[in-house]
C-alpha cells in the first residue's frame, strides 16, 4: 500500500477546474515531485490534501485511512506536515516559538494543567524544546532562535518553515517551492536538506518546484500537471523529455520554459 | 544590553529571564504591598481601581493581543461576573471565597458558550458580533428585574473571608491587598499561558489560521477558549468592580466601558501585561490628573475652575489617535525604546524596531 494516495480527485473554483481527475500515488521513503506550468493546480493539490478544500470527487488516503473523515487540524496529527509557497509563519512570534507550535501535535497537557503550569507541563516544555533543538541544528537556524519573524529575511523564513514542519516529525512532509526567490547557494541547500530528510530522518516528501535542477538533483518520481490534469509521471529525464510537457510549458503557459533543460 | 548565558532549557521556560529581572519585579512587588503605608486612603482607592482595570485589560488582552479576536463586549462579562458574584452570596448565601471564582467560571462559560457561534467571524463583524452581545447583557439586567433589580440595582455586601472584612471604605488598605492579590494572581496565570502550548496556539491562531490548523491547531476550539479564559478573568474584574463601586446596575457596564477596556489595552501596548498594566494606569489615573492640572491651571491663570463635560473622553480620544498614529506599539512599546535607547547609549540607533515590510499575502493560500 502506497503512504499516500490521490484517487480520482477533482476541484473545480467556479468555471476552472483546478483539480481534474488526477491520481497518483507517492510511496512511503520517496521524493515525489509535481511539476508544472503557473496555474497546474499543484498547490490546490497540496490545499486538498491539507483539507482546506473538498474535493467535489475521488478520495485521499493516508496510510489507508480517508483523509477525507478527517477535519483540517488533523491532518498534523496524523504524520502530515506542510509549508505554504507565500510562507505563512507566525510573524509576532520568534523562531524557536514558531518551531514549538510545530509541537502541537505532541501536546500531552491539558489547558488547565498549562493555566496552573504544573511539572508536567514543564517537564512536556524540556522535551518539546529538545526536540526543536534537533531541528535548529539541522537547519542551522542557531543565530535566529530567539528573532521575531517579522524581521527575517525571505531566505530565512524559508527555511524556518521548513524546520516548523520537520518540528511536528512528520511521516510525510509536503514542501510547496522550497527554493523560490532562494539564491543557488541557499537552494544547494535545500536540496541537501531534502536528501537528509529522507535518508537519515526517513520522512517522505511530496514537493512542488519549478527549478527542475533541483527536481532532477532530489527527486524518484517525477508527476507534471498542466491545466488540473496529468500529463506525464516518471524519472524527472523522462518528464523533462515528455513531448506533452514540453508543449504545455512551450504553448499553454504565459511563464516559458523555464530551467527546463 | 544585558547578554544572558542560558544554561539550560528552563532558562526560557521560568518566570524571569535572568536574576536581575527578578529582582526588579520582586521590589516591584514589595513596593506595591507597602503602598498603603505611603499612601492616604483617597490614592490607595485609586491604586486599587487602577489595579482592578488592570486585571480586566488582563482578560482582555488574552483575547485581543494574544489570540488577535476583537471584542467591543467584555463589559458584558465584566456585568456577569459583577451580577453572578453578588447574587450566589445574597441569594444562595455562598462565602464570597466560592462565589468570586465561581463568577469567574460562571463569566468563562458564558463568554466560551456565546464564543462559539461567533469563531467563524472576523474583523470587524467579530466586532460588532460582540458590541451586540454588550447592548444584550444590558437589556436582558433590566429584564430579569426579579432577580437583578433592574435599573435600581445592587448593593454589594462586604466581603467577608473567615471573618475578615474587606472594605473598600472601612477597611481600604485590606482592599487593595485583596485586588493586589487577585492582580498578582492573574499575572501569574497570564505568563503560564504564554509559556505553554496554549499561549502558542493563541498567537498561531492569531499570525495565521491556515498555518495553525496545519500545525494541527483546531482553531474553533482555541478561539473559544481564549474567549473562555478571557471572559473569566474579566468576570473576577467585574466581581471587584462590583465590591470596590458598593452600588451597581445595568448602566455601570455600559458599552462605554467596552469600548474604553479596548482602548485602554491599544493605548497600554498591545499583546504584554505590561500593556494591560500601562493602559489601566492612564484610565484609573486620568481624571486624577485632570482635575490636578485643571487646579494648577486656574490657581495660575485665578478664577474659578470650570468643569468641562467630556472632557476626559476628548483626552482619552486624543491619546489613542495619537498612539495609532506614532506608537502603534503603545506606551509599552515607547518604553521598550526608551530603556534600549539607555541600555545601548551612545549607539541606540533610530530605525532599531522599525520591522521589515512584510511580503503582501494577495497570493495567499496559492
Ligand atoms: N481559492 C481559489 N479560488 C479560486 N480559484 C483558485 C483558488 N486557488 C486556486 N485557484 C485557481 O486554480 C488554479 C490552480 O491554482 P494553483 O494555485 O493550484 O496553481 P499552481 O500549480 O500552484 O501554480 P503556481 O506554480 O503559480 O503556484 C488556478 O487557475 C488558480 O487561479
Ligand atoms: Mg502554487
Known amino acids: 500500500m502506497s503512504l499516500l494516495e490521490i484517487d480520482n480527485v477533482t476541484l473545480r473554483f467556479g468555471g476552472v477546474v483546478a483539480v481534474n481527475q488526477v491520481s497518483f500515488s507517492v510511496e512511503e521513503g520517496e521524493v515525489f515531485a509535481l511539476v508544472g506550468p503557473n496555474g497546474a493546480g499543484k498547490s490546490t493539490v497540496f490545499n486538498l490534501i491539507s483539507r482546506i478544500y473538498e474535493p467535489v470527487e475521488g478520495d485521499i488516503r493516508f496510510d489507508g485511512d480517508s483523509l477525507l473523515r478527517h477535519p483540517p487540524h488533523d491532518i498534523a496529527k496524523l504524520g502530515i506536515a506542510r509549508t505554504f509557497q507565500n510562507i505563512e509563519l507566525f510573524e509576532q512570534a520568534t523562531v524557536l516559538q514558531n518551531l514549538l507550535v510545530g509541537r502541537h501535535r505532541h501536546r500531552k497537557s491539558n489547558f488547565i494543567s498549562e493555566l496552573l503550569f504544573t511539572p508536567s507541563v514543564r517537564e512536556g516544555e524540556r522535551r518539546h524544546r529538545a526536540a526543536v533543538e534537533k531541528v535548529i541544528d539541522f537547519l542551522d537556524l542557531q543565530a535566529y532562535r530567539d528573532k521575531y519573524i517579522a524581521g527575517l529575511p525571505y531566505g530565512v523564513r524559508k527555511v524556518v518553515e521548513m524546520g516548523r514542519a520537520l518540528a511536528i516529525e512528520p511521516r510525510l512532509l509536503l514542501l510547496d517551492e522550497p527554493a523560490s526567490g532562494l539564491s543557488v547557494e541557499e537552494t544547494q541547500d535545500v536540496a541537501f536538506w531534502i536528501e537528509d530528510i529522507k535518508k537519515q530522518m526517513g520522512v517522505t516528501v511530496l514537493m512542488v518546484e519549478h527549478d527542475m535542477h533541483l527536481v532532477s538533483a532530489v527527486s524518484d518520481r517525477v508527476l507534471a500537471l498542466a491545466d488540473g490534469k496529468v500529463l506525464s509521471l516518471g524519472t524527472a529525464q523522462e518528464v523533462q523529455n515528455d513531448p506533452k510537457v514540453i508543449e504545455a510549458y512551450i504553448g499553454g503557459s504565459d511563464e516559458p520554459e523555464r530551467e527546463v533543460a | 544590553m544585558r547578554t544572558v548565558f542560558k544554561t539550560s532549557y528552563d532558562a526560557d521556560i521560568n518566570y524571569f529571564r535572568h536574576g536581575a529581572q527578578a529582582t526588579w519585579y520582586m521590589l516591584l512587588l514589595a513596593i506595591a504591598l507597602i503602598l498603603p503605608f505611603l499612601m492616604g486612603t483617597f490614592w490607595i482607592g485609586e491604586m486599587t481601581n487602577m489595579l482592578i482595570w488592570a486585571i480586566a485589560g488582563m482578560g482582555l488582552m488574552i483575547l485581543v493581543g494574544q489570540t488577535g479576536q476583537a471584542s467591543l463586549g467584555h463589559a458584558a462579562f465584566l456585568a456577569i461576573g459583577c451580577y453572578a458574584n453578588v447574587l450566589l452570596q445574597l441569594k444562595l448565601g455562598l462565602p464570597f471565597l466560592l462565589s468570586f471564582p465561581l463568577a469567574g467560571v460562571i463569566a468563562g462559560l458564558a463568554g466560551a458558550l456565546i464564543a462559539m457561534p461567533m469563531t467563524k467571524l472576523h474583523g470587524i463583524y467579530l466586532a460588532i458580533g460582540t458590541l451586540a452581545i454588550s447592548i444584550l ?227 495567499r493560500m496559492r
Not at chain 2, 162 to 182: E, H, I, K, N, S
Not at chain 2, 249 to 257: C, Q, V
Not at chain 2, 295 to 320: C, K, N, Q, R
Open chain 2, 137 to 363: 447583557t444590558d437589556d436582558l439586567i433590566v429584564i430579569a428585574e426579579p432577580l437583578t433589580n433592574g435599573v435600581v440595582g445592587l448593593f454589594a455586601p462586604t466581603i467577608d473571608i473567615l471573618g475578615l472584612q474587606f472594605d473598600r471604605y472601612a477597611t481600604p488598605d485590606r482592599f487593595y491587598w485583596m485586588v493586589l492579590f487577585v492582580a498578582v494572581a492573574v499575572v501569574l496565570v497570564y505568563r503560564n499561558i504564554l509559556r505553554s502550548p496554549l499561549g502558542r496556539a493563541f498567537a498561531a491562531v492569531r499570525d495565521s489560521e491556515v498555518s495553525a490548523q496545519a500545525m494541527g491547531v483546531n482553531v474553533a476550539r482555541t478561539k473559544a477558549l481564549s474567549f473562555g479564559i478571557s471572559t473569566a478573568i474579566t468576570g473576577l474584574a467585574g466581581a471587584l468592580m462590583g465590591h470596590f463601586a458598593g452600588i451597581f446596575n445595568n448602566e455601570t457596564f455600559n458599552i462605554i466601558i467596552s469600548i474604553q477596556l479596548l482602548l485602554m489595552i491599544v493605548i497600554g501596548g498591545l499583546g504584554s501585561i505590561h500593556g494591560a498594566f500601562f493602559g489601566a494606569i492612564v484610565v484609573a489615573l486620568l481624571p486624577q490628573a485632570i482635575a490636578i492640572s485643571r487646579d494648577l491651571i486656574s490657581g495660575f491663570v485665578g478664577g474659578g475652575t470650570v468643569a468641562i463635560p467630556g472632557l476626559e473622553s476628548a483626552i482619552f480620544g486624543a491619546m489613542l489617535i495619537g498612539f495609532i498614529l506614532f506608537e502603534p506599539m503603545g506606551i509599552y512599546g515607547r518604553w521598550l525604546k526608551i530603556r534600549t535607547y539607555f541600555e545601548l547609549f551612545p549607539f541606540y540607533r533610530k530605525d532599531m524596531f522599525r520591522r521589515q515590510k512584510s511580503y503582501l499575502k494577495t497570493e
